[in-house]
Each structure stands twice: as structure tokens, then as C-alpha cells.
């Protein structure tokens, strides 16, 4: 029973590399999930190019006075998790906005607290 048994387990190895990895990229698809609603420190970070807010960058002169606010600028749009953040706060207190300001006072007390809870998040 021995000899059976070892040499069926030479034939029939666990892939132990393949698990792994596997299991390494459940857990990013769960942080990943996680950070849409909190900051997630052991997700894997990665920026993306963006093209088509290139624009942006424009408005931010490339000189050596301003490398601080072009590299903010450029980090900023790039990491989805500061413009992620950005973008569905803004869409969220949007629509709570308009669902809620039966008068312009409540929208403005709305509006300064989005901006508060926003500024909080990044």
C-alpha cells in the first residue's frame, strides 16, 4: 500500500503554484470590492493612462514652479482610487441632492457637507 501510494502521489502532484496564484487573485477581486466602499491597504495599486482626460492636464503648466500640482494632477487622474472615489461620491450626493432639496437652504447644508465628506474620503 505503500509503494502504491507514493508512487501515485510522484504522478499526481498538487499544483501548489497555480493555487496560489488563484488564491491571490481572489482575495485582489474581494479587496477590490472592499475598496469601493473604504480604503483597502493591501490592494495592489496600478495606474492607468487615461487618455482622454489628457485635457486636464493641460491647464497645469509642465514648469519646474509647478511640478508639485502637475504631478498631484497627473497621480490624480491616473489612480483610480482618488478619481474613483471622486466620481461616485459626486454622483451620489448628486442624486441626493436632487431626490432631497425641497428648498435651496437644505441643498447648500447639502452640498457644503458633500464637499466636507469628499475632502475626508481622498
Partial sequence: LYLYMSSAAKRKTFKWESHI??????????????NLFTDVPHLRKQAKRRAYLDFLLRLVPFEQRKTFAYMFTRAFLRSSDYLGILVRLTIV???????VSASPLIAAVLTVFAIFITGIQL
Fill in 21 to 34: 496564484e488563484s488564491e491571490l487573485r481572489r482575495k485582489q477581486r474581494f479587496y477590490r470590492i472592499a
Fill in 93 to 99: 450626493f448628486a442624486l441626493i441632492i436632487m431626490y
